[in-house]
């Protein structure tokens, strides 16, 4: 027979241990060994004696708790996670409401703005064709001298009507670039006030900043003066804690000394009874005249009865040392029960440090988006702006049009009404900012 069989193994996988699916199971039962058969050690299954399988059971557990408590961390943090996505959808959702009513806002404006530039646009091209028109009567006045008659006269007279009603037109034309200039102005006060606003939010933020980090700092303190009591708490318990040590050593000997001495009571008579045995040998013995030895002998004898009279009247002592024993075991629970507060403490403060690492980062955060927005407002000022006229062309235009009139004015002067027939030309005149709003528009 072949000794492979019974080859000593140890199991090293499931898969060696799994029976195959094809391969017939053959369930007629094992010969019994023979009792020739010589006692050695190759028809025993040796692996059974090892400890491989405990080793085997000890790493199964200890992968199994590792998995569970894996599990358990990814379950919390899958949480934690869901409640940060479900705060940062909801601040997301928050900004682009406030984002769309500031770009609603901008776009009314911006299209106010457009029709005001038009109309201004549109009454400025009917100045410059009148102010052509006046030049152009002008050079005509010029190029043709006539001479004067009464009816010559006449038509002067209605010239002279004509551009004075003109002048009154150009007047109220006048009157709508005071109002636009106005309106202009008025904007510019609403943009500044606004930046005051603004500018005046940001230092309330740095203020409120500024307050709840003062705030938190003197929390901190705090908590850094309880926790500073917590730890000479802790120092006097330690203290108190060998001290305790020391009495349950001290009350250990004490309750082996009470049973020596419960037993010695138990053998020893009542202290009535040896009193009254001893007492009248003891005056005998002092009556009598003895030698130097049976003083001694007398004097051992009087001193160990002493000592027992003593043990059977410091029997109630141990009693007391019992009590303070059993009060000191009282102070040591309530040490307990200030370390499981102190415990509490320090789980409080971390949690509150927690809540304060987190209030400061999303702080942070708003704070940047409202200097985002911040940027994005300057930015669409600074378009609208770009989008309105500019103050330089229409100064300029405006101190043309007064030279222009000025010039006029001198000519006429200077000329004489009966030899040269000229058309006076006449600019507007800027008025007072008291003038109502008027409208700009074609239809009035």
């Known amino acids: ?4 069989e019974n080859i000593p193994t140890t199991p090293k996988s499931k ?11 053959n369930n007629q039962t094992l010969k019994p060994i023979s009792p020739n058969k010589e006692k050695n050690q190759i028809g025993k299954l040796n692996f059974l004696e090892t400890d491989n399988l405990d080793e085997h059971f000890e790493l199964v557990h200890t992968t199994q708790e ?16 869901s409640v940060d996505l479900g705060q940062l959808f909801d601040r997301s959702k928050n900004n682009n409401e406030n984002l769309n009513k500031l770009l609603r806002n901008v776009v009314s404006y911006s299209e106010k703005v457009m029709t005001e530039g038009n109309a201004t646009k549109a009454d400025m091209e009917k100045i410059l064709t009148r102010l052509d028109k006046l030049s ?8 043709s001298k006539v001479g004067i008659s009464d009816s010559s006269i006449e038509e002067i007279c209605e010239a002279i009507g004509q551009v004075f009603s003109a002048n009154q037109k150009n007047h109220g034309d006048a009157d709508k670039l005071t109002i636009l200039k106005e309106e202009v102005s008025r904007i510019k006060d609403i943009i500044s006030k606004h930046n005051e606003v603004v500018s005046s939010q940001l230092k309330s933020h740095d203020t409120k900043q500024s307050e709840l980090a003062n705030h938190l700092d003197s929390y901190l303190q705090e908590s850094k003066g309880n926790i500073e009591i917590l730890h000479k708490i802790l120092s006097f318990i330690e203290t108190r804690g060998s001290d305790l040590q020391q009495f349950k050593e001290i009350n250990s000997q004490l309750q082996n000394l009470e049973t020596v001495s419960n ?14 045995i001893t007492s009248p040998i003891v005056a005998e013995i002092k009556a009598m005249s003895l030698d130097s030895k049976y003083l001694t002998s007398f004097e051992g004898i009087s001193a ?18 019992l009590e303070k024993l059993e009060k000191l075991a009282g102070e040591k629970n309530t040490s307990n029960t200030l370390l499981e507060k102190e415990q509490e403490m320090e789980n409080k403060i971390r949690k509150m440090e927690d809540k304060y690492a987190l209030l400061s980062t999303r702080y942070e955060e708003k704070l940047q988006q409202y200097k985002d927005l911040s940027i994005k407002y300057q ?4 378009q609208i702006e770009d989008t309105q006229m500019p103050q330089n062309n229409r100064e300029s235009k405006m101190e043309k049009l007064r030279n222009f009139h000025k010039l006029k004015i001198g ?18 005149v800027v008025q007072t900012r008291n003038i109502q709003f008027t409208n700009n528009s074609d239809e009035d």
Do not use: C, W, Y
């Open 15 to 25: 898969e060696s241990r799994i029976i195959s699916a094809v391969s017939p199971i």
């Open 1 to 4: 027979m072949n000794n492979k």
């Open 66 to 81: 590792e998995i569970r408590q894996r599990l358990h961390n990814i379950e919390l943090t899958s949480k934690q996670t």
């Open 263 to 276: 037993a010695l009571q138990d053998k020893l008579p009542a202290s009535d009874l040896v009193n009254q």
């Open 379 to 382: 930015q669409l000022q600074a």
């Open 411 to 428: 000519e006429i002067e200077q000329s004489e009404f009966i030899n040269e027939r000229k058309r006076i030309a006449s600019t507007p």
């Open 136 to 143: 152009e009567a002008r050079s005509k006045s010029e190029s």
């Open 304 to 321: 160990a009865i002493d000592k027992l009279r003593e043990t059977i009247e410091e029997g109630p002592k141990s009693e007391v040392i």
